[in-house]
């Protein structure tokens, strides 16, 4: 996707898993903390983890674009931005796969400690996703305030 509203979608579409991945990670972290709340909501933590990798998809997906119509001005200063935000999808995966298997454990066996195993990981993962989300943001951020755009 490379335009939305008459502008190139990348800037607009990156603020949604800017906000949404590390609001997942806090959540992420309260759920740890309160096996409670984490069983009762299993769903909604669920439904945040996948839209915080579909929002990190489409900020990926439009990056691709936005790079091959900007690539004659930007050269190989995207590349550590575009590889970061790899990175950063990968991380927001393997963050919703965790959630996923930590909900489903929860509900199978509430009693039993592997869903606490899978929502620790996944907290961890959430919060390197956060760090990697950031990192990402910044590398972009050194294109256009570094004067290349």
Same mark, same amino acid.
């Given at each position: ?16 898993p800017?906000? /949404? %991945? ?7 972290i ?11 909501n299993g ?13 990190? /998809? !489409?900020?990926? $997906? ?10 004659d001005? /930007?050269?190989?200063?995207?590349a550590?931005?575009?590889? !970061?935000?790899? $990175?950063?999808? !990968?991380? %927001?995966? !393997?963050?919703?796969?965790?959630t ?8 199978r066996r ?11 990981l996944?907290?961890?993962i ?7 989300? %950031? ?7 050194? /294109?256009?305030?570094d004067?290349v755009?």
């Amino acid at each position: 996707m490379e335009s939305l509203f008459g502008l190139p979608a990348h800037p607009l579409l990156v603020h949604a898993p800017v906000v /949404i %991945v590390p609001f997942a990670s806090l959540f992420t972290i309260v759920l740890l903390a309160r096996p409670a709340w984490r069983r009762a909501n299993g769903l909604a933590w669920v439904v945040l983890a996948s839209v915080a990798f579909a929002s990190t /998809i !489409l900020a990926n $997906q439009s990056g691709g674009a936005f790079n091959a119509v900007l690539e004659d001005r /930007i050269g190989d200063l995207a590349a550590r931005h575009e590889e !970061l935000g790899n $990175q950063t999808t !990968l991380l %927001v995966f !393997l963050y919703l796969l965790t959630t996923v298997g930590a909900v489903a454990a929860e509900r199978r066996r509430p009693e039993t400690t592997p869903g606490t195993v899978l929502a620790v990981l996944s907290a961890l993962i959430a919060l390197a996703a956060t760090v990697w989300m %950031v990192r990402t943001g910044h590398e972009g951020a050194r /294109i256009v305030w570094d004067g290349v755009l």
